[in-house]
């Protein structure tokens, strides 16, 4: 025991010894103290001890005495985490949700395994290999446990689908699955592109330039950048898409820490879209890299940012991988945009204060109003065209526009906590996919169009009736709208793509204005009062 105990103390006195040396030996730090302990309760203590859990307890609390973004990772949780970033997994390429204790397929992802046997959506998976796997009770966890796996490995799944009679058996080999950054590409107007991207990873920027290359071809003059819930993942994937949008030789950002001397990284000789007006769209949600793209554009009096203040996350992580195979991301540096501004918002209060400061936003009424935001006097820092920017704490919007609360109501917000409108589309569209499709081809048809009544309308309610949730018609009237609309982008989403629901959702969105706001300042002379001439 004393030698395993010893093993896994070698990356808590690893970590030690970077945080306290401070030039000093090790024999002056205090790694002797810990070791001691940890000796003694080896060969002392009353009962035994699991000193791997031990050595793990006593990483995590060091990491939360230095900042809320350094943290540990344990070796069986590090591919899950890195997953993400990569932008790819491993498995049988299926997107599922688990609907009265069966597996829906929602989606069959394009190029995957499955739907290059022809699994597609609205099959339902009853067997995995020999295993029942309907009204069994099982969760997400479990079907991703039998689902993922090494690529060139089998599994064998059973599906029923509606109009045929007999179990189809499927034998699919596992592959590389995408996981897409791009959420949603598509023309907002003859002339205006829309682009939303949900994360920063290893496939970003080809995902990105794919979509802007396709909406040049459509016509696409100006466009809209949503950040909007992005937050973050790699810096240089922030700086490559920054780059698309500045000139050669400007500054996107630099960072600096104690240990680490100035960066500076600056704009290359090409970009995909240096010229026409640009929008950025930002939100409590977006954070790090979200924050690198934003700042720069809005230092170099690029484009528009608007929505409301951003996360304020400006610390640079490094992993650190540890001798049993766990990490540690630790932060090594500030990040600092072309102005200045270090974006970071404080975290001098400990970690679980930090946490909660976004959520206490909207009770400070941030979210709502303008007249609730305060910023700091001391903070300013000056574009390059000398407006006024604000650092201490996330990006200030060019425009704010506040949530807009007036639709919400118990009713809807239990007709998603229990996915009751999710479970609603999914067999809506199950049951009359050949008959939309036909009737839409296109998804601004449908937009147009498709409205939420009748037979919809009636699976709606059975549905929210076998999910306990009670229909409240002063409730109903107040979230009809939102109600409605949420339903429609989601059969959607079931009938196309996840960038269909936003094609739904943005131009009528009762919650978020941002879009609309967005549309207008390329439509009216916004970028004329900020001294953001169109560049030509």
């Known amino acids: 025991m004393r030698m395993f105990l010893t093993r896994g103390l070698s990356a808590l006195l690893l970590i030690v010894f970077h945080v ?4 000093q030996g090790p024999e002056q730090t205090t790694t002797g103290k810990l070791d001691a ?6 060969r002392m203590y009353v009962d035994s001890v699991d000193d791997g859990k031990l050595v793990e307890r006593a990483i995590v609390s060091m990491l939360e005495e230095l900042d809320p973004h350094s943290i540990y990772i344990p070796k069986e949780e590090l591919q899950q985490v890195n997953e993400p970033l990569k932008g790819n997994f491993e498995g049988v390429g299926i997107q599922f949700n688990i609907i009265r204790d069966t597996i829906y ?44 796996g090494r690529k060139g ?20 080999t596992r592959d590389k699955i995408p996981i897409h ?60 898409m920054a780059d698309e949008f500045l000139g050669e030789r400007q500054l996107i950002v630099y960072t600096e820490g104690r240990s680490s001397p100035r960066d500076n990284t600056y704009a290359t000789a090409a970009g995909g879209f240096e010229q026409g007006r640009l929008v950025v769209l930002i939100d409590e949600g977006s954070a790090s890299a979200s924050e690198i793209v934003t700042g720069a554009v809005q230092d170099w009096d690029r484009g528009v940012v608007i929505g409301r203040r951003s996360f304020g996350k400006g610390l640079v992580q490094r992993p650190v991988m540890l001798p049993d195979g766990s990490a540690v991301r630790l932060t090594v540096s500030r990040y600092y945009t072309p102005s200045g501004r270090c974006i970071q918002k404080p975290y001098d209060e400990g970690v679980e204060a930090y946490r909660k400061e976004r959520v206490e936003r909207l009770s400070k009424g941030e979210l709502t109003s303008a007249d609730s935001i ?10 390059m065209n000398k407006r006024i920017v604000y650092g201490g704490g996330g990006v200030m919007p060019d425009l704010f526009v506040p949530l807009d609360t007036s639709q919400s109501s118990p009713l809807f917000s239990a007709l998603v906590r229990r996915g009751v409108l999710n479970t609603t589309a999914i067999s809506f569209v199950d049951a009359h996919r050949q008959r939309l499709l036909g009737s839409y ?81 390329l439509s009216d002379d916004t970028f004329e009062r900020l001294g953001l001439a169109e560049r030509r």
């Open 20 to 23: 306290n040396a401070r030039g």
């Open 37 to 42: 302990l940890l000796y003694h309760i080896d």
């Open 105 to 148: 397929v929602v989606d069959a992802i394009a190029g995957g395994p499955s739907e290059r046997l022809g699994i597609r959506a609205g099959d339902r998976i009853v067997r995995i290999e020999d295993e029942v796997v309907a009204g069994v009770g099982f969760r997400n966890s479990d079907v991703m446990d039998r689902l993922r």
């Open 153 to 172: 490995t089998k599994v064998q799944v059973g599906i029923l689908r509606r109009g045929t009679r007999d179990l189809l058996d499927f034998t699919i």
């Open 181 to 240: 950054s791009v959420e949603a590409s598509y023309m907002a107007s003859p002339r205006i592109g829309y682009l939303k991207v949900s994360r920063f990873s290893a496939t970003t920027m080809k995902e990105f330039r794919e979509a802007l290359a396709e909406l040049r071809r459509s016509g696409m003059q100006d466009l809209i950048l949503d950040l909007q819930g992005n937050g973050g993942g790699y810096l240089r994937t922030a700086v490559e």
């Open 374 to 383: 305060h910023p700091i006097d001391t903070m300013r820092y000056y574009t």
């Open 441 to 521: 081809p296109e998804v601004s048809s449908f937009q147009q169009d498709f409205q939420v009544e009748g037979e919809l309308y009636d699976l709606l309610w059975s549905e929210a009736s076998k999910e306990g949730v009670e229909r409240s018609e002063t409730d109903l009237e107040r979230s009809r709208e939102l109600i409605e609309l949420r339903l429609k982008a989601l059969i959607a989403r079931d009938l196309w793509n996840t960038s269909a629901y936003w094609q739904v959702i943005n131009p009528t969105n009762p919650v978020d204005h941002s879009f609309q706001r967005a549309i207008e300042a």
